[in-house]
């Protein structure tokens, strides 16, 4: 059986991964300018992490829903958001 937030180290692991994402932003914001200053270039990137953020937040509702639907075909969370990422 495996689930999606599985207590206090799923949650922090999501949140590890924000960080790493955001954290990649900023190499790259640090790296390669293109003439864009960082209010310019945070603006640019927030529309990014807020699409990438509420796909990933929906993806993570679907799949606990779905387990409860289906919960009698075999799946688990993990399957059923593997499902909706692929």
Not at 7 to 12: E, L, N, S, Y
């Amino acid at each position: 059986e495996c689930y999606i937030l599985a207590g206090v180290t799923g949650k922090v692991t999501q949140f590890v991964l924000f960080l790493c994402c955001c954290a990649a932003l900023l190499l790259k914001w640090s790296q390669f300018h293109d003439g864009r200053d960082f209010f310019e270039f945070l603006m640019d990137s927030s529309k990014q992490l807020l699409g990438a953020g509420w796909i990933h937040v929906l993806n993570l509702l679907f799949a606990k829903r779905l387990e409860q639907q289906f919960e009698t075909s075999g799946g688990d969370e993990c399957d059923w958001y593997w499902i909706n990422i692929v």
